[in-house]
């Protein structure tokens, strides 16, 4: 497809026992805000959103943000080593730089059908009622990103 596949953040909780759980959910975005299902905990849930521009020309240049928030509700917990994953399309290339400064870029790889795969690490933790913001600039390519609806 010609637009960006999805976004996934991913949380890591710590037990009564203070070891570290993978909590980890995939987000199918297309630029829209989808929950994220916490799969340890009965409570609300961390959601992702993730903006950027309806459309680009071929071979231009486009900024997007991703968006996790810890709602400030009733069984809310404080999540752990947030890391985010975005899925480009084939052709695609990560430009940076990651903001805010001194989150770090991401690691680039290459999945089915030549997508390419952004995963940023262990990039902040997120209290109760917190928002984290990682912004990033993509190069989409000859191919662009079409209108909603066009591809």
């Known amino acids: 497809m010609n637009h960006l596949g999805g976004a996934k953040v ?24 989808v929950p994220v299902t916490n799969a340890l ?8 959103q993730k903006s950027g521009p309806g459309s680009v020309l071929a071979g231009e240049e486009a900024n997007y943000t991703l968006t996790a928030t810890n709602p400030n ?15 480009l399309p084939a052709g695609a290339s990560y430009v940076g730089p990651t903001t805010p400064a001194g989150f770090p870029d991401p690691v680039t790889s290459t ?23 990682i912004g990033y600039t993509v190069d989409l390519g000859p191919q662009g990103l079409p209108a909603h609806g066009s591809g």
């Open 73 to 87: 509700q009733t069984g809310a917990v404080q999540e752990y080593n947030l890391s985010f994953t975005d899925v």
């Open 10 to 33: 991913t949380p890591q909780k710590r037990n009564s026992a203070a070891a570290w759980v993978a909590v980890a959910a995939l987000i199918a975005a297309y630029i829209s805000f």
């Open 41 to 48: 905990a009965d409570g609300p849930e961390i959601t992702l």
């Open 111 to 133: 999945g089915p059908g030549g997508v390419v795969v952004l995963t940023w690490s262990g990039v902040s933790d997120l209290a109760i009622g917190e928002t984290v913001t």
